[in-house]
Each structure stands twice: as C-alpha cells, then as structure tokens.
C-alpha cells in the first residue's frame, strides 16, 4: 500500500509542563523551552509518531530527536547472487523557529540511537549528515546539531521518512536482447536482436560501436545513446550499491513538500500563478493550473489566499473542497510535475536522481542465469494486462476493480484517466508479476508515470557524479546542486513508460525518450529519487 499523511500540520498551543514530560496533544516543556509537533506524519504506507526531544545540551547545541517509525511488510533477502537486499526508511527532519517563517533542514550528528551510517547493518546517518535509514522501530532517537543562536523558546519539528530499497552492489546487464528503441547493446551490434551488455564495475566505460563497448540501437533523436566516448568513473552505473524510492513521489508527499516553502518557492513549485500579491485563485488545482481536477491531480490551495504568506495546499480529488479526506487521493502517484520540480524535491529531500542505468539494474535485478528476457517488463517477463475499473477510488486503499483480476499495469488501455494508488497492483497474495514489481520489489517502475532518470545520450547527463541534495533550495525553489541536469531539463530524460502510453514503453530496455529534454509540467510525469548510503 501506498499511504500519505491524512492531516495538514498545525501549530499547537503551548500549555505548561513539567520538564522532561511529553503531553498528550503533541507538544512538551523540556529543560525550559517550548516543542510544538505537527501530528504524525505519513510517506507511503510508513508512518512516523510520537515525536519528542530529549538531552537538550546547550553548550555543545545539540538535542535528541526521538520518533517511532513503522511500514508495512518490511524485509531483508538475498539476491540470485547471495547479496542482501532489504527496505529501509530515509529520514529527514525539517524544523520551523516561533512556528511561522521559514523552515530549514536539520544537520544530524553521531550520538542518538541512530549514529553514522554502518554497512553492516545498514542503518544510521550519513557522511553529510542530512538524513539517516533506520528499520521499523520504537524510541529511535537522532542526535540534531542546530545552529548557534538558534532560539529554543519555540521550535516546531517534522520528521519525514520515505520507504526505500537497497539495491546491493553487484555485475548486472544493460539491454533484454530484444528489439525495444534505442536500447542498450554490446558495441558490436549491427542490426536485429541487441546483445546484452554486462557492468561489472564503476569504472569509466568507453561508448563506441565496438565490441567490449557500452552502446546503443540509434544515435540520433530522443532515444539515441549519444556521442561515441567515455562515461567518467563518477557517473553513478548501478553497480555500487545504492537505495532507491519504493515508490513513485505520490501526491501527499508533494503536499507536504510545498507546505515547507516560502511563498516565492511555492509559486515556482506549482503551475498556477500564486506570486506575492495574488489573493484570488480561479486554477485551484495547483499543479494542473486547471479550475477542476485533471487526471487526477487532487493537490489544491483556496480560491482566496493571503498576498504575502506561504499558502497552506491540501488534497482534494473528490471536490467537496474539505482538506484531506480519506478518498482525495493523496496516496495516488503525483503528476504534473516538471523535470525542476522532481530536482527540487529530490534537493529538500538530502536524495539525488537516478540514473537510467540505476534504472535498469534496479528494474531487472543482478546479473544471474535464465536473465534477461527479450523485450521484459520490470516483472521479469512479457505477461502485461490492464484493468478496466477501480474499487475505493481515492482512498489508500484503491485497488483494481473485479473486471479485471489480474491486472498489473497502468498503460494507455487502463481507465481511469491518470495514475493510481503507489503500489496498487500489489496484494497479500500476488505474485511478483500480478504484483507488476520489479526484481527488489520496487512498483510501478513500468508503467503509472514516467521515470525522470540522468541520461548519458548527451554530455550534460554524462557529466552528472551522484552527489546528494543538500535540503535546501534557492530563493526561488529550484535544486542547486553541482553537475545536476538544470531547470531546462537538458540531461534528464525519461524511463518506464506512463498510463496513456502503450506497452511498448514500459519495457524495461526501451529508451524511446530516454535522451529526451522537456522542461515542461506534463499529466503523465512522474518519479522517484536514489541515495548513495
């Protein structure tokens, strides 16, 4: 399942309590200065609650940020080659000073129960300090080094966590050995069936149509695999390991990403005009710039609105204009987003964009017998299906309708209009295939929205070297991080196919648009977001 938080967060009155104790309505007075806690929060179907600070220390400027995270069917496995794979929550922490203003990503620090990242155990934070993975669990605590001057008097606190997958480090194949468009191939390939191409390392690849060489079935056009050359060592190709979003950005995550902007940020965040001075909204539906919803995008603001202050959006997809119901569609992958938008987020979040290599391997999975198959889906094999109808529409729990069964993809045959539920195809008791998931069990990475990936069809892609965002935007909302693709999307292209494409598309090699540069808001756009540990 794919759930989002169901509440906007609220700034609560502080009431007096004794020191060290939590109250019941979310707040608490520790050490002599005041906490206010938005209500628990919700990515997917992980959950996050119970937060508090503890250990206040104000000479070295630290405090400990306690939480409970939980999700659904967590686990750890071993690949074909006996490498673990496993899910994990990234977790964030966005803090807000007198509960107005601005608010700033936290810098996290060894100490809590959460200390640096461990590769034996796969948990803890990062080198950069700006996020940390945890398992499911009870009383974690991260250890937060905030910034000298800052006032504890009122500081209001949002913990994210986003569910993600370890994809181990191993060889893995470009290319099915079928016949999708521009598809990755052995260089010594001519004509017909492509030659599956092995990555056996992260060292720089030579491009060229010869034998031993990455290269590609068309070197022209939005499919092409660029000029003949080198891909540089630090160009991330999926064979060091590296995590990935389960799923695709749903629409509740993007809420709650815009509800951390400034006001100038948001409006470039979103397609309707909301610059400072605008108090009157006739396109509502913020991100389609529409007036009503448009293939179901239920993120909105209302239709009057401060001129200055940061806007308060919500989702809305069944229209009665009542924030966040449990059928307006928050768990529903997020579209209309722009190549800049996915930057943004990916920025705010302390993650980065994949590549369409990373794409591929963490589609197929390792390098192993029996794979790949010919023109395969991200499920391994050539079985696809669509579903004609919906059950609970909106809701987290929306699944396929009694039409048909067996659905486990949204491509252009599938109705409704637009993307559904994150995870939708997947059940108690279906298989990897009506499951429509990948090898590591990643959804919808064929078919839904299209995957925003770094190509390497051209120099600006190549260019990219894996670094991570920083949590933190500039003054007009857009990632600014070194060697990214930019606002013009030049670098970025497109993966997996979308609900109003056809098969074709979806196929795990098929690079129709893989080089393809559009800056532009689109019904069909989509992604999701990788983190070096």
């Not at 906007?8 to 608490?28: M, N, Q």
């Not at 200065?33 to 209500?39: A, E, I, R, T």
């Not at 559009?518 to 989509?526: H, K, L």
């Amino acid at each position: 399942m794919c759930k989002t938080n169901n509440a906007i967060p609220t700034l609560l009155r502080a009431k007096h309590f004794k020191p060290g104790l939590k109250c019941l309505s979310g707040f608490f007075l520790l050490l002599g200065f005041c906490c206010l806690f938005s209500p628990p929060a919700h990515a997917n179907n992980i959950k996050v609650s119970d937060v508090s600070l503890q250990n206040l220390d104000s000479t070295a400027g630290t405090v400990d940020i306690k939480f409970d995270v939980s999700w659904d069917n967590s686990f750890t496995r071993t690949d074909a080659n006996g490498n673990a794979t496993f899910d994990r929550a990234w977790v964030f922490v966005k803090y807000q000073i007198g509960g107005t203003g601005a608010w700033y990503h936290a810098t996290l620090v060894s100490g809590g129960s959460l200390g640096s990242y461990s590769t034996s155990t796969a948990i803890g934070i990062t080198s950069d300090g700006k996020g940390a993975f945890c398992r499911p669990g009870l009383n974690q605590t991260l250890r937060w080094s905030f910034p000298y001057g800052t006032s504890m008097d009122t500081i209001r606190i949002r913990v994210f966590a986003i569910e993600m997958v370890y994809i181990p480090q191993g060889s893995f194949v470009l290319g099915s050995g079928g016949t999708e468009s521009g598809s990755f191939t052995d260089g010594s390939w001519t004509s017909g069936a492509t030659i599956p191409f092995t990555i056996s390392s992260e060292d720089a690849l030579s491009i060229a149509a010869s034998a031993g060489s990455l290269w590609g079935t068309s070197t022209s056009g939005n499919n092409t695999i660029g000029d003949a050359g080198t891909l540089p060592a630090a160009f991330p190709k999926g064979y060091s390991g590296f995590y990935v979003m389960k799923y695709e950005v749903s629409q509740g995550q993007y809420r709650d990403f815009l509800n951390t902007l400034t006001r100038a940020q948001q409006n470039t965040r979103t397609g309707t005009s909301l610059a400072a001075g605008t108090t009157s909204v006739t396109n509502i539906y913020v991100m389609s710039n529409t007036a009503t919803i448009s293939y179901r995008n239920g993120i909105r603001c209302d239709a009057t609105i401060s001129s200055s202050d940061p806007i308060t959006f919500y989702c809305d997809l069944n229209g009665n204009a009542v924030p966040n119901e449990s059928d307006d569609g928050e768990w529903i992958a997020c579209n209309w987003l722009s190549w800049a938008d996915l930057m943004a987020y990916a920025d705010w979040a302390g993650l980065r964009p994949m590549t369409e290599l990373e794409f591929e391997k963490a589609s197929r999975g390792p390098a192993r017998s029996g794979s790949p198959t010919a023109n395969e889906y991200a499920w391994g094999n050539t079985t696809i299906d669509y579903f004609s109808d919906l059950s609970n529409a909106g809701t987290s729990s929306e699944a396929i309708g009694p039409t048909r069964p067996n659905a486990n993809c949204n491509y252009s045959s599938a109705s409704p209009d637009g993307p559904v539920r994150c995870g939708m195809f997947a059940t108690s008791s279906s298989s990897r295939t009506t499951a429509g998931a990948s090898y590591y069990g990643l959804m919808e990475m064929s078919g839904n929205l299209w995957e925003r990936c770094v190509t390497i069809g051209n120099a600006t892609g190549r260019a990219f070297t894996g670094l991570h965002g920083n949590g933190t935007l500039d003054s007009s909302g857009n990632a600014d991080v070194t060697n990214w693709p930019g606002t013009g999307a030049t670098g970025g292209g497109f993966r997996g196919g979308a609900w109003d494409d056809d098969t074709s598309y979806a196929r795990v090699s098929d690079r129709s648009y893989a080089a393809y540069t559009n800056s532009f808001r689109y019904y069909s756009y989509g992604g999701r977001f990788a983190r070096t540990p």
